[in-house]
């Protein structure tokens, strides 16, 4: 029989090989999990103005209509930053005149779009967007919405077509100029015709929903700041 000794040098010398092994793992698939996040970025940003988005041509299409900005509170560009190296949600733990505001300006066929990433909370992790505002900065052009950990039935299906659908068409300014954003009401079926400002909710999911109303007011109130003075 072996030895307690030897027992325990050979389990400690499995633990050690197996930890390199699943670190060198970890290692070599690093840049290709960055790289799958950075394509579902890229196509999360083309669907909020595009309905055909192509994955066999996205690296194209993408580089041919998106130009990337990354400004500071007050609009102007900040240089030697990607957007790729901006985390929105680190950012919201800093001062609004200190973060870094990713900007992303589609232009075709003579059109202009500006989509923005904003981040919240919902029932049971983070949600977030990216929102395609029209070339009046005002009326929303498409959203498409992500989350972590909602409920499915429920608060995931702020990730649906169909809900992110009511969001076209409206607008986070009144008629008077001053920032009203836009609110999701709680459950659904409400009355919203004509309303630019509201959007008929979903059943049982109470607290996401509050979450994108306030992820949208809390977000899109900086960047407002931010269009005032970034250039066209």
């Known amino acids: 029989m072996y030895s307690n000794r030897y027992t325990l040098a050979y389990a400690t010398g499995v633990t050690v090989s197996v930890a390199v092994v699943l670190a060198l793992a970890s290692s070599s698939l690093r840049g290709l999990q960055a790289a799958n996040v950075r394509r579902a970025q890229q196509i999360a940003i083309l669907e909020t103005v595009m309905t055909d988005v192509n994955p066999e041509t996205l690296d194209a299409d993408y580089a041919a209509y998106v130009d990337e900005r990354v400004l500071d509170y007050s609009g102007r560009p900040v240089d030697g930053v990607a957007t790729v190296d901006v985390d929105v949600r680190a950012e919201l733990r800093t001062s609004p005149e200190d973060r870094l505001y990713p900007v ?11 989509i923005v990433p904003i981040e919240g909370n919902g029932l049971w992790g983070g949600i977030n967007a990216f929102l395609a505002l029209q ?3 005002d009326t929303i052009a498409g959203v498409v919405f992500d989350h972590e950990t909602e409920t499915p039935g ?18 986070l300014f009144a ?3 001053a920032f009203a954003s836009v609110e999701v009401l709680k459950g659904a079926g409400n009355d919203v015709a004509g309303d630019p400002h509201r ?13 994108v109303t306030e992820m949208f007011r809390d977000g899109l109130s900086l960047y407002n700041n931010v269009f005032q003075g970034m250039d066209p």
């Open 104 to 114: 992303y300006v589609y232009a075709r066929d003579g059109e202009t779009r500006y």
């Open 135 to 137: 070339a009046d900065r």
């Open 154 to 171: 429920l608060g995931a299906e702020i990730a649906t077509a169909e809900f992110q659908d009511r969001f076209r068409g409206k607008r």
């Open 175 to 177: 008629d008077g100029g």
């Open 199 to 211: 959007v008929d909710g979903l059943t049982g999911a109470t607290m996401t929903t509050r979450g």
